[in-house]
Structures are given as structure tokens and as C-alpha cells.
């Protein structure tokens, strides 16, 4: 409800107190319309409180970074495994004059030295997520929140499992489309 997302090539006649985010998507996920996208949009709309340092892993487009960043975070970390979501990520922090947000390539191994994040966002699925939360954790501090999606409802006892075992406790879990996010708190 406060976030309006559009392509570069369209205009907007009323923004409505809105925050417009433009998104070039090429051939990267992220362009706001799936569901697991849409779910974490709406996590992060809540969750940002300014000055809080996030990190988007499997960022695609870097929306979600982009959209932290316009939310007050800082800074902002993007890293994606694939050198064409790097490029687009960069191309879409341009289009909407945000700063402070770096992006690299790289997976969950990159992340050594990193953080601590406040926030930590990955959409991406269900396999990685559960290669990869070891990682994440390891880039969290006593009160920070790892937001996950990119997985079915059918999916949440596994990564719930997976996290536990990781000290982390399950907050909460919403659905679209059958498609889950989850919330966790360090």
C-alpha cells in the first residue's frame, strides 16, 4: 500500500504519497509482480527503520535492497551469484538515485567478514536456503532478523527445522499464491 513499482518506460500521473520504485528488469527476478517478491516487499516495508544495515541475498534486481535503502537502511548490501543480475542491480540503483547500496557477485561463501546486518533478506529457494543459512547466521547479531522467502508452505517445517538448529526462533509466516516468507529473529 505505500510502494508503487513501475518499469522506467511507463509514467505515473498520480504518486499519491507513494514511494515509486522503477525496476528495468532484463532478464533478472525481481520485478515485483511474483509472489515470493511481493512478500518480502511487504516484510521490509515494516521491518526498515532507518540506519539499520541490511543484506539482499540472491538479489535479482536488487528491488529489495533498493527499496530498504529508500526506507532509511544504510548501508545496503547486494550480492547475487549472477554477473547480469550484478550489472542490472547496478543500472536499477541508478534509475532511482539511491546510494550507499554495494553489489557483487558471489554466493553465501562471500559473505566471510561481512556484517553484522540488522536485516537479512534472501529470496531464493528452498535448496540454497538451507545450503546456505549456516552463513547468513554467522552475519547476525543478538537481535537481528532474517527474512526468507522463495519457497512453498509446504516448505516452512524444513527451513523452520534448519533454522532452529541454527539458534535462530521462528516469528511468524505469511503466504500468497501458496508460496511462503518467513521471519526469524537472532
Excluded at 56 to 79: E, K, N, Q, Y
Excluded at 106 to 120: C, H, N, R, T
Excluded at 160 to 169: D, I, M, P, S, V
Aim: aromatic letters at 6%; charged letters at 25%.
Amino acid at each position: 500500500n505505500k510502494l508503487i513499482i513501475k518499469p522506467s518506460w511507463e509514467e505515473l500521473n498520480e504518486t499519491e504519497d507513494r514511494i515509486v520504485l522503477e525496476i528495468d528488469p532484463s532478464s533478472s527476478f525481481g520485478t515485483g509482480t511474483h509472489a515470493t517478491t511481493q512478500l518480502c516487499l511487504e516484510a521490509l516495508e515494516d521491518a526498515i527503520k532507518p540506519g539499520c544495515d541490511v543484506l539482499d541475498m540472491g538479489c535479482g534486481t536488487s528491488i529489495l535492497a533498493i527499496l530498504a535503502r529508500m526506507r532509511g537502511a544504510r548501508p545496503c548490501i547486494a550480492i547475487d551469484i549472477d554477473e547480469w543480475c550484478v550489472r542490472n542491480s547496478i543500472e536499477n540503483i541508478e534509475l532511482n538515485h539511491v546510494d550507499d547500496i554495494a553489489v557483487s557477485q558471489g554466493d553465501a561463501s562471500s559473505l566471510v567478514g561481512k556484517g553484522p546486518f540488522d536485516i537479512i533478506i534472501a529470496n531464493i529457494n528452498r535448496n540454497i536456503l538451507l545450503n546456505d543459512m549456516k552463513q547468513y547466521v554467522a552475519c547476525m547479531h543478538p537481535g537481528s532478523e532474517l527474512y526468507m522467502s522463495g519457497f512453498y508452505v509446504d516448505d516452512i517445517p524444513f527451513i523452520r527445522r534448519e533454522a532452529e538448529k541454527n539458534g535462530l526462533t521462528f516469528v511468524h509466516h505469511k503466504e500468497k499464491n501458496r508460496w511462503a516468507a518467513v521471519k526469524f529473529t537472532y
